[in-house]
Structure formats: C-alpha cells, structure tokens
C-alpha cells in the first residue's frame, strides 16, 4: 500500500472519531439544554404556585382577622374571670373536690 493511502485512511479514522465525539457532545448539550429548559418551567410554576398561595394566604387571614380579635377578647375575658375564681379562696377549704366543683360551677354559669 502505498504511504499517502495509509495516511489519508488514518486521517479519515481520526476526523471519523471526532465526529462520532463531536454529536455525542453535541446531543449530551441538546439534552442537557432540554432539561434545563424543563427546570426554568418548573420553576416558574413553583414560583407561581407560591405567589398564589401567598394571596391565598392574605386572603384567607383577612377573612379570620375578626374571628382571631373575638377569640382574644373572650380570652382576655376568660383570663380575667380565671385569675379572679383562682385568687378566690376555696368554698371548701378541707375538701379539694367540692372546691373545685364550686369553681367549676361559677365558671360555667356565666359561659355561653
């Protein structure tokens, strides 16, 4: 064979090589482009998932502000009524359960 023929097959073999390199780098790059396309729209629904529960979330805690400023007006009325029955000396004062059910019994009275 001659030289020039030898050479010329090995340069076809190497440029062959690279080629075959070149597509596999070139499809992992396609790939890896499509994943990340992929990930930038799941994050654009994450991110709007999250807005939209964060108005969901004001909404929501606009709408149980007057139950969440009623329930802590009866509670600081509670408190109040608990510190005066527990500041009362007991009914009875030898018998812990009779006490205690007289406290009970004034609690529960004025409760609607």
């Known amino acids: ?32 482009t499509t994943n990340l396309t992929h990930a930038a729209v799941a994050v654009t629904n994450c991110n709007a998932s999250v807005d939209n529960l964060g108005s ?29 029955i527990l500041s009362t000396p007991p009914e009875a004062p030898g018998n812990d359960c009779k006490s205690a059910t007289a406290r009970a019994n004034d609690w529960f009275k004025d409760t609607p």
Not at 15 to 29: F, P, V
């Open 1 to 32: 064979m001659n030289p020039i023929t030898i050479v010329l097959a090995i340069s076809l073999l190497a440029n062959a090589a690279q080629g075959y390199a070149y597509l596999g780098k070139r499809d992992t790059a396609v790939v890896a």
């Open 56 to 84: 969901q979330t004001e909404k929501r805690a606009t709408a149980a502000a007057p139950a969440r400023a009623a329930a802590a007006a009866r509670a600081v009325k509670g408190n109040a009524k608990a510190d005066v």
